[in-house]
């Protein structure tokens, strides 16, 4: 079935530093590829999304490139804020048309120090 | 736009007891979904609804679980009776349909003592 395996944490980085959050996963065809982050006390949300192959998502600085050759989808931002403390998620959007349910990977905690 | 909303949000309670949670999905939304967040690990859908039809529940423990969506709009989801290992977050996502970008709750914390 499918799987998504991510770095664990939690990852410690002053600010302004260079993030990256490895994710890997395990699908059959072309899955959708997420990535979700949750902030203290709050619910998920979408971050960023890629629907095919070498297709890159963007938002609030943060980018992954869908890399089919590797099966990864790896989040990058150049500089990090306090405010980008929180828990982030990549997930995958099968190719079965019956059940579009989202398949996540574990989180990794980040931490932004002043 | 009103997002998606549950209730509780906090509940304890003792083993063996039930316990009910309720979702209401962004209007309009024909997809509904519930995840089981469990510390520590990604949400894992336990159900998937397209308006009051099932499409998905083969990871809903069947024994314990049940969930309903009334007429196509709200949702509850069950559990009697409650173990310990049923203390998570019960997250509901809404979609307009099956293939649409998803929009969360801010979950239940279920704690089972």
């Known amino acids: 079935g499918d799987s998504v395996t991510q770095m664990e944490g939690p990852v410690t980085l002053s600010e302004e530093a260079f993030l990256t959050i490895n994710c890997t996963y395990t699908?059959?065809?072309?899955?959708?590829l997420f990535w979700y982050v949750q902030y203290p006390g709050e619910g998920l949300q979408l971050l960023l999304k890629?629907?095919?192959?070498?297709d890159k998502g963007s938002n609030k600085g943060f980018e992954a490139t869908y890399r089919k050759e590797t099966t990864s989808f790896h989040l990058e931002k150049g500089s990090v804020q306090v405010s980008d403390s929180a828990v982030y998620f990549c997930?995958?959007?099968?190719?079965?048309?019956?059940?579009?349910?989202?398949?996540f990977g574990s989180g990794t905690r980040l931490q932004v120090q002043p | 736009e009103a997002g998606v909303a549950q209730s509780p949000r906090y509940k304890i309670i003792e083993k063996r007891q039930s316990v009910a949670f309720w979702c209401n999905p962004i209007?309009?939304?024909?997809?509904l979904y519930w995840y089981q967040q469990i510390l520590g690990q990604g949400p894992k859908l336990l159900i998937q609804?397209?308006?009051?039809?099932?499409?998905?529940d083969s990871q809903l423990p069947k024994d314990r679980f049940s969930a309903e969506r009334l007429k196509g709009v709200d949702s509850t989801l069950k559990i009697q009776p409650a173990k310990l290992e049923d203390s998570a977050v019960y997250l509901c996502?809404?979609?307009?349909?099956?293939?649409?970008?998803?929009?969360f709750g801010p979950g239940t914390r279920l704690t089972v003592l």
């Open positions: 996502a809404s979609s307009l349909g099956l293939s649409n970008e998803q929009f």
């Open positions: 699908a059959t065809g072309y899955p959708s």
């Open positions: 890629a629907t095919k192959a070498d």
């Open positions: 997930a995958l959007l099968g190719m079965d048309t019956g059940r579009r349910a989202l398949t």
């Open positions: 209007s309009g939304h024909a997809t």
């Open positions: 609804f397209q308006n009051n039809g099932v499409v998905d």
